[in-house]
């Protein structure tokens, strides 16, 4: 993954979220400030929210895509920035290039979360970020088998804010699964590349269509942050966003006439899989906090898969049409 994603040094986690846990800790300490972008995946939003203010290390949740509210929420005590980018499960993108000059600028270090994008369509240490994590569970694994984490960043930094805190706290992966994912990353560009091409087919038969009131994709050209994406991504995600009239009843009904896709929270997968983010991967926030991320109770997150394309719009259109 290190010679992949064009680090100097790379450690293997045993889930997605101990990489961003140790990520994030191993940099800070009591009295230490995070600023992180509001839109992420419920877990990782606890860690920042939650469980780094138990020891000390206050944060702040900002709208990523504005480049001034990320410089008002920097203090003296500021160290970290992170962020998703594609984000989950709206997909917003967010100017790594910009947001890594100001972390550097404020003397912070960038942390990214690169799932979405894997590092085949982004690379955010060439961007200016300095950590970039990853749940290897999705699309490196690719086929649901087992769980894993990825910290890339230069031998310094690992040395420096990783190394230790790996080797106190233990959330290592184990060595079956690293083999695992060793040999799924033989087949990762073939995989991302065709699922993304489904996910673009997909994106395209969606729009428009009645029953749903938008779809979000980072290869449409009205996505908000198109012009970002055409800079710093060589390709699409995998994933696709749309939002059912109707709200969770109708999203429900959606979900249950579907035959081919499965649901399932977990996402690049060889599989296509689908969730509802409202009651699963964000339930835990109030409606008020869902709607400031983006998350409506319609809201529906799609991950492409490698079927073919026509049998993918044939599952979709005869559940929507139930709805």
């Known amino acids: 993954m290190a010679a992949f994603e064009g680090a100097e040094a790379c450690r293997a986690t045993a889930t997605g979220m101990a990489a961003v846990t140790a990520a994030l800790m191993g940099q800070v300490r009591a009295g230490d400030h995070v600023v992180a972008a ?34 008002a929420a920097v203090t003296p005590r500021t160290k970290v920035f992170f962020l998703e980018s594609p984000s989950n499960p709206t997909l917003e993108v967010i100017d790594i290039a910009a947001v890594a000059a100001l972390a550097r600028e404020v003397g912070a270090t960038l942390v990214v979360d690169n799932v979405f994008a894997t590092p085949l369509f982004q690379r955010p240490l060439q961007l200016g970020a300095d950590c970039v994590v990853y749940s290897a569970t999705k699309h490196i694994d690719g086929q649901g088998r087992c769980l894993g ?75 908000p942050q198109a012009e970002i994406i055409a800079r710093q991504m060589t390709g699409p995600s995998t994933l696709v966003a749309f939002e059912a009239d109707g709200g969770k009843e109708a999203a429900f009904r959606f979900l249950n006439g579907l035959k081919l896709i499965r649901i399932s929270n977990n996402l690049g997968d060889a599989k296509s899989l689908i969730v509802h983010p409202a009651t699963t991967t964000h ?41």
């Open 38 to 71: 509001q839109a992420l995946f419920g877990s990782c939003r606890y860690v920042v929210e939650e469980h780094l203010p138990r020891y000390g290390v206050t944060s702040t949740l900002v709208d990523g895509t504005d480049l001034a509210a990320w410089h």
């Open 149 to 223: 984490g990825l910290i890339l960043a230069s031998q310094a930094f690992i040395e420096t804010h990783v190394q230790t805190f790996l080797r106190q706290t233990g959330p290592a992966i184990s060595p079956f699964n690293a083999w695992v994912m060793l040999k799924a990353l033989e087949t990762l560009p073939l995989r991302v590349r065709q699922q993304a091409h489904n996910a673009a087919i997909v994106a395209e038969w969606l729009a428009g269509r009645p029953g749903l009131s938008r779809v979000i994709f980072p290869g449409a050209k009205n996505h």
């Open 283 to 323: 339930q835990r926030f109030s409606p008020e906090i869902r709607a400031s991320m983006g998350i409506s109770e319609g809201l529906i997150r799609l991950s492409v898969g490698l079927e073919h394309a026509d049998d993918l719009v044939a599952d979709l259109e005869r559940a929507l049409a139930g709805v």
